[in-house]
């Protein structure tokens, strides 16, 4: 399973909009990209999942370059609530989809 | 919208009694995991099932065991509870074993004396 890497910590203000990088070299042909958010004593939260180029849902978009050894989760117009924990993950079908959880960023914003 | 429940927010137990943390799913998913999150851990798989009797061992299964009777219903076991096991223990359900996102349950926070 590929492991990714992203910064520990951002800040940001309101209205901001907020970019996250993840970093996964390793990825594997048959690997999505998958990002969640984690508020403080709650379990993680889905916000999207892309294979390559660029995915918008309600929420937030994700970017996929063509070698998709990065991705950037982009949050438009960040407020006080989204402060929390943003996971990038890699999951692999040939191992179950299942997904290796790091460290995360955690992305304070401020007023 | 999907609802994975956990049947303690909050449990404090003692060393070497038996704990039992339940999980109930409402969307007929197929596939459940139970996850331990540790402050500079991150999530860590402790067991999935796949469907009904199924289970599967994650990354740390050691003290643990799990039982899948109903699709809606999986539940961890600690057969001897241990200090280290403090934790964080979070419930995920997944539609099916083709899809990447997985709806978390709140989490039981358990203390281990």
């Known amino acids: 399973l590929a492991k990714t890497t992203q910064p520990i910590s951002m800040d940001s203000y309101e209205g901001q909009e907020v970019n996250i990088t993840c970093s996964h070299n390793?990825?594997?042909?048959?690997?999505?990209i998958t990002w969640y958010q984690q508020f403080p004593s709650q379990g993680p939260r889905f916000i999207i999942q892309?294979?390559?180029?660029?995915v918008t849902n309600e929420v937030a978009s994700l970017f996929i370059p063509a070698d998709r050894k990065s991705s950037t989760l982009s949050l438009p117009r960040v407020s006080l609530s989204d402060t929390a924990v943003y996971y990038c993950?890699?999951?692999?079908?040939?191992?179950?989809?299942?997904?290796?959880w790091g460290a995360g960023t955690k992305l304070i914003i401020k007023p | 919208d999907v609802k994975v429940t956990q049947s303690s927010r909050y449990l404090v137990k003692r060393t070497g009694e038996k704990v039992f943390l339940e999980c109930v799913q409402d969307?007929?998913?197929?596939?459940m995991f139970w996850y331990r999150q540790d402050p500079g851990l991150g999530l860590r798989l402790i067991y999935f099932?796949?469907?009904?009797?199924?289970?599967e061992k994650g990354d740390i299964p050691e003290g643990y065991s799990v039982s899948r009777e109903k699709k809606e219903r999986f539940s961890l076991i600690l057969e001897s509870a241990s200090t280290n096991q403090t934790s964080m223990y979070l419930c995920?359900?997944?539609?099916?074993?083709?899809?990447?996102?997985?709806?978390f349950g709140p989490g039981t926070r358990l203390t281990v004396t």
């Open positions: 892309g294979y390559k180029t660029k």
């Open positions: 993950l890699v999951g692999d079908k040939d191992s179950n989809y299942q997904l290796i």
């Open positions: 390793n990825i594997a042909t048959n690997d999505y």
């Open positions: 995920a359900s997944r539609p099916a074993i083709e899809r990447y996102e997985q709806y």
């Open positions: 969307m007929d998913h197929e596939n």
């Open positions: 099932s796949y469907d009904v009797k199924m289970k």
